[in-house]
């Protein structure tokens, strides 16, 4: 298929199939269900199974639960007639139970973009009420492996010395969030499904940059991106010195499928950060947008970066930085895609045109 035909997705589909060997091994013949199918990271994880599948002929089946399926065509219209996917209507907290065994799971369901929008009530309900339920459908359809997708917003307030976090941090007191402490409570009835024997694993995951990133809402790079591609200001809201890192969706996928298929456990379940440990302040993201968007157009000029905020003198800035070396130290993974790299593609991808409208879904990036 086409690079066109994939929606400009075919160097970093390649990139995925070709990295992500060992797990193909352990997913042929699999029948893996998906909650959030249709979000930022369920449409990465469809469309990779789907290229392994033509390009290798994986023997693996998708079923992707959403509340709005429809909305993966649109935004992946390569995937409406995948062989490999299909789709079942539905609310986490109520879907049924499938027919037969389902090997794997990965359970992606929150309304993490819509925050703002979203009582604290729904999305608290969402996270607790929907991993039960994803639980109790694994554990009757016998599956060997669920992956949990958690958030690094678990943590609570960052350790005051700036330090990377690493799973084992528990200083960060009260959730800030309605959000982290639904997630708190998903990773609660996680861990207790685990204790009960079901194969578990709990991934926190941080900033994410890539093609079908949200534009819109909290996400700070796609609202840059956006801005950049439209040729507005980049606007900062806020005075630019927060620290965050950001994981490209190739290597974002190569993570969660070795965890998958490696990282499952009874008993205690595995807990793993998934993010890139590449420090960048915001308004350095904003610049570093800015400027790569002049040189992808071909612009003699980049747009103007416009810091909303004044930083406080002295204040220390707040760091949203991962300690991976869990992951690192277990299976060798490593974010291998610069800052610099993620920003160029995504700028490269949405300058093609090649971004559907689309509004936004369950599974979205923290």
Not at 66 to 90: E, H, K
Not at 254 to 274: A, H, K, Q, S
Request: aromatic share 6%; net charge neutral.
């Amino acid at each position: 298929m086409s690079d066109a035909a994939l929606g400009g997705l075919r160097p970093d589909l390649d990139t995925i199939v070709d990295r992500c060997g060992a797990a193909w091994d352990r997913l042929d013949g699999a029948r893996i269900l998906v909650t959030g199918g249709t979000g930022y990271v369920g449409r990465w994880i469809a469309a990779a199974i789907d290229h392994a599948h033509r390009r290798l002929g994986l023997d693996c089946r998708l079923t992707i639960v959403s509340r709005r399926p429809a909305s993966l065509r649109g935004a992946c219209p390569f995937l409406a007639d995948s062989p490999a996917i299909d789709t079942v209507a539905a609310d986490v907290r109520t879907m049924p139970f499938p027919d037969g065994r389902i090997s794997h799971v990965i359970h992606a369901a929150t309304p993490v973009e819509r925050q703002a929008s979203t009582p604290d009530a729904e999305m608290i309900g969402v996270c607790e009420e929907g991993t039960r339920r994803v639980m109790a459908v694994a554990a009757a359809a016998g599956s060997a492996a669920v992956l949990v997708a958690s958030s690094g917003a678990v943590y609570g307030t960052r350790p005051p010395d700036g330090a990377p976090i690493p799973e084992s941090y528990v200083g960060g007191g009260e959730p800030s969030s309605a959000y982290a402490e639904g997630k708190r409570r998903s990773e609660r009835i996680a861990a207790d499904a685990a204790r009960s024997g079901l194969p578990t694993c709990i991934v926190r995951l941080f900033a994410q940059a890539g093609p079908h990133l949200p534009l819109e809402g909290q996400f700070a790079l796609g609202n840059f991106v956006r801005d950049a591609v439209a040729g507005r200001d980049i606007v900062v809201r806020g005075d630019g010195t927060p620290v965050r890192t950001y994981l490209y969706a190739t290597d974002l996928v190569e993570w969660l499928l070795t965890l998958l298929t490696r990282g499952c456990r009874t008993g205690d379940p595995g807990c793993f950060n998934v993010g890139s440990e590449e420090a960048i302040s915001i308004a350095a993201v904003a610049y570093l947008v800015a400027e790569t968007d002049r040189r992808v157009a071909g612009k003699t000029t980049a747009a103007r970066v416009v810091i909303e905020g004044d930083a406080v003198p002295g204040a220390a800035a707040t760091r949203y930085v991962p300690d991976c070396s869990r992951a690192r130290d277990a299976f060798g993974l490593v974010a291998r895609v610069p800052v610099a790299v993620s920003v160029a593609r995504m700028l490269e991808w949405h300058r093609r045109g090649t971004v559907p409208q689309h509004e936004p879904e369950e599974s979205r990036v923290p």
